[in-house]
């Protein structure tokens, strides 16, 4: 999707990038699907700061989509990491043409609720 120029002029390169650390790492980690690595190895190869990788990878481990064993770290199953990442994509383009959904409109609508029970 394009951007005005003066965003573009504007926008610091972090801003302008749509590739975040936790995309960076699993792509990392998915060429290289036959080795385990240590926090610090998947920071340089990835280009990720180091002070961030504990965050990403312990987000990423939450969600299943690496693996950990002592100090080592590797990507997860492969069709989990491809399903969460087209699930991402999608949602990220939904957002993009129609805005983010907010969640406390979305639960004052919903079905179930105290809210939306009182209006019966």
């Known amino acids: 999707m394009p951007i005005d120029i003066e965003t573009f ?10 590739v975040t ?15 385990a690595f240590t926090p610090a190895e998947i920071a340089d190869g990835a280009g990720v700061k180091r002070s961030s990788i504990s965050t990403v990878l ?4 939450e969600r299943d989509l690496v693996r950990h064993k002592g100090d080592y ?5 492969e069709e ?3 399903d969460a990442f087209q699930f991402h994509r999608v949602t990220a383009s939904l957002n993009e043409r129609f805005g983010a959904e907010d969640a406390a409109e979305w639960r004052e ?3 179930g609720s105290d809210e ?3 209006d019966e």
């Open 9 to 18: 002029a504007e926008a610091s390169d972090e801003e302008l990038s749509e």
């Open 21 to 35: 650390n936790a995309e960076r790492v699993v792509r990392f980690l998915s060429r290289n699907d036959d080795k």
């Open 58 to 61: 312990r987000r990423l481990r």
């Open 73 to 77: 770290w590797a990507i997860g199953d």
């Open 80 to 82: 989990r990491v491809r």
């Open 109 to 111: 609508h919903a079905a």
């Open 116 to 118: 939306s029970d009182a």
